[in-house]
């Protein structure tokens, strides 16, 4: 079965209203997986060219080429382990989490073809320890007719900690092979020295769906949709003030003004819109009419990250939230380097002096001075991110921030913040 090139969605075809999509509906609506074994040359796989054809990058923040690193783990003369990365700790995105629960085939089908193509001996899919997906996967595999024969892939299940930095790539390789939810110094990475010491493809539950649609329709049809820049569809978690929150496929191109439409229009006045998160960067209520094309975004600073867009009202303190996010994101950190440990301390410090007393002793600049003093030089990309939010706020909320340093706290700061710090330590130790 093919399905056609101009179908829209793609990845939420069929989706059920309630529950997941069973293996016979997935395989009456997609048909049947074709896999390909490991080639003599595994670099030159088949599917590996047609996903470098597609232009398939990866949805979990990074945006790196999918073909690429594919490539690289197929360099190793080791046989790889697939890891399938649907921790989720950004607490604004919830669409590999409505994958798994919902389509979780699609999921299964995109880590069976890779661990195809790379002559893997053995698949895990790393979760949320408080995950509900957790059961609903482990009944979607148990389906699998190719999980049951000779030869098959031993596939894992694996629960990690909940934490912003746990489906950071080797925090979560180190989760999963026993150790802390915590990064690891590079080199070597992945794809070098993964779980087990072997190599591993390390790749997020969106990522793997997508693969799935293109090794059954090919890269002419994944680009039949999307810009020349940002092929093909993607999805997006939109929350905030909208009408309806919740995730949302779009193809690559769409402006913030037809993404605002298709999820019930804004509820309240426009204040700011934040993409990719909390390593994302901010907007203006002018930024209706940007494209959300990547190659568009990339040249003016701008990311969408793991998909993400929170729409701010203009009732809320961007100043207060701001500080709560920036201090949060400290107290998530590894604290394992200078920049984490001691700048996104001072960071937050700063944000919360001049959301609460003004610019008595200079915040606004040591703000500036040190987010730029921790760009590059952390043990992994959160101290970045952070600096990336804080500052891009700075720039877009200029008026709101130099209120702040003249006169301090503000109507707005003394209400409820609507982006959301959840407390991982308490959720874990519950």
Known sequence: MSLPAG????????????????????????GPLPLTGRQRN??????ILELERAGLRGYGGGGF????KLQAVAAQRTRPTVLVNAAEGEPLSSKDALLVSRLPH????????????????GIIFALDEHSRAARTLEQALAQRPELNGRGAPPVTV??????????????????????????????????????????????????????????????????????????GTRLVTVTGAI??????????????????????????????????????????PDGVDVSLDAHVLKAHGLRLGSGIVFVLPDTACVVAEVASVARWLQQESAEQCGPCLNGLNAIAGAL??????????????????WCQLVY???????????????????????????????????????GRRLLPTPDFAAVSAA
């Open 376 to 414: 590059n030089r952390g043990a992994c990309g959160l101290p970045d991110g952070a600096a990336t939010f804080v500052s891009t706020a700075l720039r877009v909320f200029r008026p709101a921030f130099d209120d702040h340093a003249r006169h301090g706290a503000c109507d707005g700061c003394l």
């Open 7 to 30: 179908q829209f969605p793609r990845l939420l075809a069929g989706m059920p209203e309630r529950g997941a999509m069973g293996f016979a509906a997935h395989q009456s609506l997609h």
């Open 243 to 284: 009408g309806y929150p919740g995730v949302v496929e779009i193809a690559g191109g769409t402006t913030m003004r037809q993404l605002i439409k298709a999820s019930g229009g804004l509820s309240q006045q426009l204040g700011g819109i934040l993409l990719g998160g909390y390593a994302g960067t901010w907007l203006g």
């Open 106 to 121: 699609l999921v299964i089908d995109g880590a069976l073809a890779a661990a195809a193509m790379l002559g893997s001996d």
């Open 352 to 369: 919360e002096e001049l959301c609460a007393q003004g610019d008595r002793r200079g915040a606004y600049s040591r703000i500036e001075r």
């Open 42 to 47: 595994r670099s030159a796989h088949p599917l």
């Open 65 to 68: 080429p999918t073909a690429t």
């Open 158 to 231: 694996a629960l990690v900690p909940s934490g912003y930095i746990t489906g950071q790539e080797t925090a979560l390789v180190s989760a999963v092979d026993g150790g802390a939810a915590l990064p690891t110094v590079t080199p070597p990475y992945p794809f070098e020295n993964g779980i087990k010491g072997r190599p591993t493809f390390v790749s997020n539950a969106e990522t793997f769906a997508q693969m799935a649609l293109i090794a059954r329709h090919g890269a002419d049809w994944f680009r039949a949709l999307g810009t020349g820049g940002d092929p």
